[in-house]
């Protein structure tokens, strides 16, 4: 079931499903909406994801180490998850920086939902540095038993 891609800074597809919900958009809880992807045009990092599928959904782990809960935007629109954070890295005024190997200041990555997942009751947690989004599969793709009558 490959069918939830990302976009971004990488085409290609991810390994498991997700679903957009038939509302036009819906935030993330715990997920902050000013200036939500509003610098949509800076050059950012994709932040690594690992998405584990069972039976009742998926969870999404994507790892933005720097970034402060405040400065985290999570986003659906459509069938599009969005997630966007800004590294935040404390320098003391009276220190210079002199050499820096991170010169951007943003993570961003892009996902492509199927229709499988519920985006209506995705759950967010940001802890140490790690985004941690529960997708619940949609009513019609869960599994269910299925009872047999004697006759």
Same mark, same amino acid.
């Given at each position: 079931?490959?069918?939830?891609?990302?976009?971004?800074?990488?085409?290609?597809?991810?390994?498991?499903?997700?679903?957009?919900?038939?509302?036009?958009?819906?935030?993330?809880?715990?997920?902050?909406?000013?200036?939500?992807?509003?610098?949509?045009?800076?050059?950012?990092?994709?932040?690594?994801?690992?998405?584990?599928?069972?039976?009742?959904?998926?969870?999404?782990?994507?790892?933005?180490?720097?970034?402060? =809960?405040?400065?985290?935007? #999570?986003?659906? @629109?459509? *069938?599009?998850?969005? %997630?966007?954070? $800004?590294?935040?890295?404390? !320098?003391?005024?009276?220190?210079?920086?002199?050499?820096?190997?991170?010169?951007?200041?943003?993570? =961003?990555?892009?996902?492509? #939902?199927?229709? @499988?997942? *519920?985006?209506?009751? %995705?759950?967010? $947690?940001?802890?140490?540095? !790690?985004?941690?989004?529960?997708?619940?599969?949609?009513?019609?793709?869960?599994?269910?038993?299925?009872?047999?009558?004697?006759?």
């Amino acid at each position: 079931m490959n069918n939830m891609t990302r976009t971004g800074n990488d085409q290609a597809p991810a390994k498991a499903p997700a679903n957009g919900s038939a509302a036009a958009s819906a935030e993330v809880a715990g997920a902050t909406s000013e200036g939500a992807l509003a610098s949509r045009d800076l050059p950012a990092m994709t932040p690594p994801v690992d998405v584990i599928e069972d039976a009742s959904g998926i969870t999404l782990y994507a790892d933005m180490p720097g970034v402060p =809960r405040d400065k985290l935007n #999570l986003k659906v @629109e459509g *069938d599009q998850l969005d %997630i966007e954070g $800004e590294l935040t890295i404390p !320098v003391p005024a009276d220190i210079a920086v002199t050499y820096a190997e991170m010169n951007r200041t943003l993570y =961003r990555r892009t996902f492509t #939902l199927s229709k @499988e997942l *519920d985006a209506e009751k %995705i759950a967010a $947690e940001f802890n140490n540095g !790690v985004l941690t989004l529960r997708i619940p599969k949609a009513a019609h793709a869960q599994p269910r038993r299925i009872s047999i009558q004697a006759s």
